[in-house]
């Protein structure tokens, strides 16, 4: 099976990123929110990524044109009946995915792959609010979308090779690098980033070192783009909190409980770059202040 029409559920930052990844590959992509000012707010992140791939040279004006053109928008599920696949985007909570997913299968094709973007959670409890597991699986795309280039595709107990290998196909059709692992919390991915953001964070509480000098020790000394502190503020420490949260659950580990100082910053509406304080303060831009 060759995907061709791709449907994303949810037009966050998330949504619209991979929304703007499959209609940029040259896919027909129809978004769905729950409202239109979420739509319209979608279309301007995907405008201004694009036009920002314009003048940094990595894509032309009329590439842009075309993808754009490739997108629309819609309120209802019922829409997505033609999609070859369905990618969800919302919430990370079980209970709304399960939802849409419920309305998803009786509205959609048995032949309609559905996929989660969930860092977190379960794949294989979401299959089972469809009639389809043997086509769901987990498609973790990571922030931002547009830039970063691993997909994780998610084999749940249920998932077909099938699948796996359409899954595959279409990750490599989109420019991205897929790699494949079983439905277990945290995948590859955040299995291994998790534990370490949240020993950070208890180093700091330690008096190990100031945020500032553990951020430059990761950067400088093991390579990474952003320092531990950067990152948690990018993603949002109310994200990282919640994730943590599903990981102790899962797994019972003292190194992945949640640390006392992420969880009073959170109370304190300390979330990050969205909230313009974290462990940095930022401008109404997302800058960083000196």
Known sequence: MSIQRVGVVGFGQMGSGIAQVCAHAGLDTLVREVDQAFIDKGFQRVDGSLARLVKSGRASEADAKAAR??????????????????????????????????????????????CSNTSSLTIVEMAAATTRPDRFAGLHFFNPPVIMKLVEIVK?????????????????KIGKTPVVCKDTTGFIVNRLMVPYLLGAIRALEQGVATKEDIDQAVKLGLGHPMGPFELLDYTGLDINLHVAEIFFDEFRDPNMAPPSLLRRMVLAGRLGTKSGKGFYEYDEQGKRKS
């Open 69 to 114: 053109g490739r997108m629309r928008g819609t309120l209802s599920l019922a829409d997505f009946r033609d999609r070859d696949l369905v990618i969800e985007a919302i919430v990370e909570e079980m209970g709304p995915k399960k939802k849409v997913f419920a309305e998803l299968d009786a509205a959609c094709p048995p032949t309609t792959i559905f």
């Open 156 to 172: 749940a107990l249920t998932t077909s090779d099938e699948t796996i290998g359409t899954l595959r196909e279409f990750v490599t």
